[in-house]
């Protein structure tokens, strides 16, 4: 399942990167409190233009940590999150509000999981979906180098199997299925870069020349 998840991620940032390569403002950017729970993670976002107050992006996350079958602790999952920010005022800098939607195929059991008490007395392996909004605010650090502070909330529902692991550790023992509904706290500490995209149509206008 998972292999077939991280190729469809690898394809859908090729055709996001294709889409973005004549945008004006082409950002990567990094949750730094995502990778303190031990999560790779990246955002792709850009803008049509400098002018627009909006822009668009994508969020993957993934932790395929650890990796044996019968450990006990897991917290594996594959997040995509697509969003739209408006900005208040200048493009990439100062007031954000936006909006976004989550998906995540997870693994999880035995461990403080933010969004099921229960995962701490069982395993629960499913997927789950949901809509957040979020507001936030972007500082300028240098020429390309932004840091912007997250803060929102996303309404969800999630749909899984539930197991618990024998005594010896040696097989997992299915005890049914069950669904959530659930809240999702959304915080993010971004560091961001500004990648500098040519400008071809000035490049073939002096060649014409």
């Known amino acids: 399942m998972f292999k077939k998840v991280r190729h469809l991620v690898l394809i859908v940032l090729s055709i996001l990167s294709s889409l973005t390569a004549e945008a004006q403002n082409l950002t990567l950017s990094n949750n730094l409190l995502y990778d303190a729970m031990l999560t790779p993670n990246l955002n792709i976002g850009y803008a ?41 005022n200048t493009l990439k800098v100062g007031h954000f509000f936006g909006a976004n939607f989550i998906y995540s195929h997870f693994n999880a059991g035995y461990t403080d999981f933010v969004i099921y008490k229960g995962v701490k007395s069982e395993r629960r392996q499913g997927d789950l979906v949901a809509l957040g909004a979020f507001y936030g605010y972007s500082w300028r ?15 969800g529902y999630a749909w899984y199997d539930r197991f ?35 400008k071809h149509n000035n490049d073939n206008e002096n060649k014409n020349k």
């Open 48 to 88: 049509p233009d400098s002018t627009t107050h909006w822009s668009y992006g994508l969020t993957v996350g993934f932790n395929p940590w650890p990796r044996g079958n019968l450990t006990k602790h897991k917290w594996r999952h594959l997040l995509l999150s697509p969003e739209v920010r408006y900005w208040k």
């Open 141 to 155: 650090l240098g020429r390309r180098w932004n840091l912007e502070a997250v803060g929102g909330l996303a309404v």
């Open 164 to 198: 618990v692991i024998n005594e010896n550790r040696t097989n997992w023992i299915p005890t049914g299925d069950g669904n959530s509904v659930f809240l999702l706290p959304q915080l993010g500490l971004n560091i961001v870069y500004r990648i500098p995209v040519a």
